[in-house]
């Protein structure tokens, strides 16, 4: 049985009070939050459960072996790097840090201490995704050739951080697992139409090696709402849409061949139009997955998922993405 604590009980934090109070393997046993409210909330819904105001109530407690902390991103770097001083096992909500030097710390850290650092990216764990990554190892897709990303609703506008930090933590994960390789630049281009210096939209291209691309398309000013990830490869092409209730992953067997010519013998470009596979899923909440993973991990001592290196790469293409979105939209080597 392993002892977790959670740090922060807001809409988020509040599912991973629900998981890991339900899974066999852990037992929660305190939740801190700096808002009353919010801990008269888990207090009256888990009657056993202890709360604090004081996160050190949690990080001098010999008993607790790991901590969840679901806190604001500006105060990740400081609770997980006070959990790991105090040989904690961590697991931490997107994004891992702000700052690439704080991200690098954690790693480091965690190396040191031989503890679990475990990075929020919940789309890794989502049965559509795992699909996704499937068929592109087996190669079912072909050679892949590009993905494009649009995350996009009307609301909910935030004040404490702009759209890339908000929406791209989610994508970019997805985009470097499927990939498996880091960009070599990023360009980002957006605008702040409703509050001074904060981006309500924003475009971010990312250059990988080989002629591999990908593009992520991120707003709070949209008239839609959509979730959807699109992967093109010289065989098939893959869509993950998130939105939809139970088909949630579609298969093109669509592409272009080259065909030689009847006469000349020349190559010539021959569109393929095939059947639309809708694969059956095993839809399981990513989130029950995820926390039972970094359960797994601490129990067998394995590396997570996304794991520190992970969530450090996707804190590297953000600082990269902002600095290009500051300097309008120049190519930022990552």
């Known amino acids: 049985m392993i002892n977790v604590a959670v740090i922060g009980a807001g809409a988020w934090g509040k599912n991973h009070i629900r998981n890991f109070s339900q899974l066999p393997d852990a037992n929660f046993s305190i939740c801190c939050d700096q808002d009353d409210k919010r801990l008269k909330y888990v207090k009256d819904t888990y009657p056993n459960l202890q709360v604090t105001r004081n996160a050190d109530d949690i990080f001098k407690d010999p008993k607790i072996d790991a901590v969840v902390i679901c806190s604001s991103a500006v105060s990740h770097y400081p609770l997980a790097k006070a959990a790991l001083d105090a040989d904690k096992h961590v697991f931490v909500e997107k994004p891992l840090t702000l700052k690439v030097s704080d991200a690098e710390d954690l790693v480091k850290l965690a190396k040191k201490k031989k503890k679990v650092l475990m990075v929020g990216h919940l789309l890794i764990f989502h049965s559509a995704v795992a699909k996704m990554k499937e068929l592109i190892d087996k190669k079912e897709i072909g050679d892949l050739y590009y993905i494009y990303c649009q995350r996009v609703n009307l609301g909910k506008i935030r004040q404490d951080e702009n759209a890339l930090w908000s929406f791209a933590p989610h ?8 990939l498996g390789e880091e960009p070599v630049s990023v360009t ?7 509050q001074n210096k904060i981006a ?22 949209d008239p839609h709402k959509e979730r959807k990830l699109t992967v093109v490869g010289s065989k098939k092409m893959v869509v993950f ?16 061949e080259k065909v030689p010519g009847y006469e000349t013998y020349a190559e010539y470009l021959s569109l393929r139009f095939g059947d639309l596979l809708i694969p059956a899923l095993k839809m399981v909440e990513p989130l029950k997955t995820e926390c039972q993973h970094f359960l797994d991990c601490i129990k067998d001592g394995k590396t997570p998922l996304t794991d520190g ?5 996707v804190v590297k293409i953000l600082n990269a993405a902002q600095k290009s979105l500051d300097q309008g939209g120049v190519p930022v080597r990552v």
């Not at 309500?200 to 691309?213: A, H, I």
């Not at 849409?241 to 272009?256: H, L």
């Not at 290196?309 to 790469?313: N, R, S, T, Y």
């Open 188 to 194: 980002a281009r957006g605008e702040d139409y409703l």
């Open 309 to 313: 290196e992970a969530g450090l790469q």
């Open 241 to 256: 849409d998130d939105m939809e209730a139970a088909d949630k992953i579609k298969i093109y067997d669509k592409g272009v």
């Open 171 to 178: 994508d970019l994960s997805v985009i470097l697992h499927l």
């Open 200 to 221: 309500d939209v924003v475009f971010v291209n990312l250059e990988f090696p080989n002629k591999k691309m990908a593009h992520v398309h991120l707003s709070w000013l």
